[in-house]
């Protein structure tokens, strides 16, 4: 049965400024598939469920790559739980450790990018893939497809089901319609990150990129730092 027409999802232009780190030499090198997961992928947000194409991950602030890079390394909340029961003059501060050897291998690209983009947090697009993929709902258990749905880190497939899906899409030309996804940072709204897919064959979105070292003093890297509570070691 064919469905009346509904919401469509929505399109945003590429970023004219995007922001990557990534492992030297070349943070805009596509990751290797000889070291993608059992499950085919990189573990990431909107990578291919099929395993068909690659992804690189962007944001239109440096600041955002960096906290999205170093999260992982916040301190763990049950020793802050801890620590907060523990009781003294001074309170007790446990920040958490990055490691500098962290910084000699990677470094900050900086490229725009042409395209289309899906803005898949938009609500029409929501309500729009709510519809489209109505049987992927179901078989991961999510009863609504909302903003905190697509922000959920398990399971991955399941968000990567609805990358596939956007990657698939055609224009009326038959061309494909979207260059990647864009979508707000689960550390805070005001992190506008993009996901640039992977086309062999087609012309490269990514354009003029270059690279520059990482200063462990620049802005962008020490408010990081500060956001997740974390000092860089010696």
């Not at 990578?47 to 890079?69: I, K, M, N, P």
């Not at 947090?121 to 519809?131: E, P, Q, T, V």
């Not at 749905?149 to 497939?157: N, S």
Request: aromatic share 10%.
């Amino acid at each position: 049965m064919m469905l009346p027409a509904g919401p469509d999802l929505v399109e945003i232009p590429g970023p004219r400024r995007i922001f990557r780190v990534g492992r030297k030499p070349n943070p805009w090198a596509w990751p290797a598939w000889e070291i993608a997961g059992e499950d085919g992928t990189f573990g990431n947000r909107w990578d291919d469920a099929r395993s068909t194409y690659r992804v690189l991950y962007g944001s239109s602030q440096l600041e955002a790559c960096f906290v999205e890079t170093l999260a992982r390394f916040r301190p763990d909340p049950r020793v802050l739980a801890e620590l907060a029961r523990i009781k003294g003059p001074e309170p007790v501060q446990a920040p958490g450790r990055l490691p500098r050897s962290w910084l000699n291998g990677r470094v900050v690209g900086e490229a725009s990018v042409s395209g289309v983009f899906c803005d898949v947090g938009a609500a029409a697009s929501l309500a729009y893939l709510h519809r489209a993929l109505a049987a992927t709902l179901v078989r991961y258990r999510v009863r609504e497809l909302d903003g905190a749905a697509i922000r959920l880190t398990a399971p991955r497939r399941f968000t990567q089901e609805i990358s596939s899906h956007v990657y698939a899409l055609s224009d009326a030309r038959g061309r494909p319609r979207f260059a990647g996804i864009g979508y707000r940072s689960r550390f805070g709204d005001h992190y506008q990150n993009w996901a640039i897919f992977e086309r062999p064959g087609r012309r490269p979105v990514i354009r003029a990129p270059r690279t520059r070292p990482i200063a462990p003093l620049q802005r962008e890297f020490q408010a990081a730092l500060r956001l997740l509570d974390l000092e860089l070691g010696a």
